[in-house]
């Protein structure tokens, strides 16, 4: 029952974000490996990039 539940969530971007923060994947202590800067979670493509330009490489992304 519990896995139909985040595969119905994974069909929204924003209720899974919020069940990520929920659980406390999505904390604020991912910080970019180059600037020490806090990383932002981007909605649209799942994954935390930072605000600075150098980020925006597909070769500096975190994973």
């Keep these: 029952m519990k896995l139909l539940r985040i595969h119905d969530l994974c069909n929204n971007h924003l209720n899974l974000v919020k069940y990520l923060q929920e659980r406390g994947v999505l904390a604020s202590a991912h910080k970019c490996p180059k600037c020490d800067k ?16 150098h980020m925006q490489l597909d070769a500096h992304k975190r994973k």
Excluded: H, I, L
């Design 38 to 53: 806090q990383m932002s979670f981007s909605v649209n493509s799942v994954e935390f990039r930072c605000q600075r330009r």
